[in-house]
């Protein structure tokens, strides 16, 4: 299984940006799909995730402000995320998890906001 995320770039801060996350596999494989992001000299957080059902979870800090949606079409996950802000630089990973609880993870995307 392959995970191509994209879309990551240098924005403005108030700006706004779509990730991708391109599956080689059906992401109907997956009972879960998340994005995750690091900055430097920080520990890897978990930002979004969308569960098979449709739900979806996010870290306080980006609620309002992400939003994580699918496209069962395409097999894309995708990232809106709009106001965003310095603290929001960061390199951002998709991963999947799938029914017996395996992670697969995809390379990252930077993502670095101007002030």
């Known amino acids: 299984v392959q995970l191509q995320a994209s879309g990551g770039g240098l924005v403005q801060a108030g700006g706004s940006l779509r990730l991708s996350c391109a599956s080689s596999?059906?992401?109907?494989?997956?009972?879960?799909m998340h994005w995750h992001r690091q900055a430097p000299g920080k520990q890897r957080e978990l930002v979004a995730t969308?569960?098979?059902?449709?739900?979806?979870n996010y870290a306080d800090s980006v609620k309002g402000r992400f939003t994580i949606s699918r496209d069962n079409t395409k097999n894309t996950v995708y990232l809106q995320m709009n106001s965003l802000k310095p603290e929001d630089t960061a390199v951002y990973y998709c991963?999947?998890?799938?029914?017996?609880?395996?992670?697969?993870w995809g390379q990252g995307t930077q993502v670095t906001v101007s002030s």
């Open positions: 991963a999947a998890r799938d029914y017996i609880l395996k992670n697969y």
């Open positions: 596999l059906s992401i109907r494989f997956f009972d879960s």
């Open positions: 969308i569960i098979s059902d449709g739900s979806t």
